[in-house]
C-alpha cells in the first residue's frame, strides 16, 4: 500500500507562482511512476504531468507546458510540481497519483493505482 500525502496549495495572483509537494510512503516509490492531475468544479479529473519512475522521462499537458515543471527526488519519496506564470484557468484541486511497478506514466486517471487527497490551488486575477 502507498500513501500519497500532497502540501503546497494556497491563494496566489496570477502570474505568481507554487510548488506542490507529494511525498510517499512506502519503500516502492523508485519503481513507481507518477502523475499530477487536476480537477476544477463541475469538470472532470484531468492529467497535468506525468514523470517515470527514474525521472528521465516527462510528459504535460498543452495547457501547462512551458509553465510547469514535474520532478521527484526519490531519495525523499516526493514527487514535485512546479508552477509557474499561474492564471485564473489553473484554479482546481490538485492531486498526485502513483503508478505502481510501472516505468512510466499514464496520461488517465484509470491508469494509477493510489491517489493523494488533493490540494487547493486558487489563482486570483
Known amino acids: 500500500q502507498v500513501q500519497l500525502v500532497e502540501s503546497g496549495g494556497g491563494l496566489v495572483q496570477a502570474g505568481g507562482s507554487l510548488r506542490l509537494s507529494c511525498a510517499a510512503s512506502g519503500r516502492t516509490f523508485s519503481s513507481t511512476a507518477m502523475g499530477w492531475f487536476r480537477q476544477a468544479p463541475g469538470k472532470d479529473r484531468e492529467f497535468v504531468a506525468g514523470i517515470s519512475k527514474s525521472g528521465s522521462r516527462t510528459a504535460y499537458a498543452d495547457s501547462v507546458k512551458g509553465r510547469f515543471t514535474i520532478s521527484r527526488d526519490n531519495a525523499k519519496n516526493t514527487a514535485y510540481l512546479q508552477m509557474n506564470s499561474l492564471t485564473p484557468e489553473d484554479t482546481a484541486v490538485y492531486y498526485c497519483?502513483?503508478?505502481?511497478?510501472?516505468?512510466?506514466?499514464?496520461?488517465?486517471?484509470?491508469?494509477?493505482?493510489?491517489w493523494g487527497q488533493g490540494t487547493q490551488v486558487t489563482v486570483s486575477s
Open positions: 497519483a502513483a503508478k505502481l511497478g510501472s516505468a512510466n506514466y499514464a496520461y488517465i486517471t484509470g491508469g494509477y493505482d493510489y
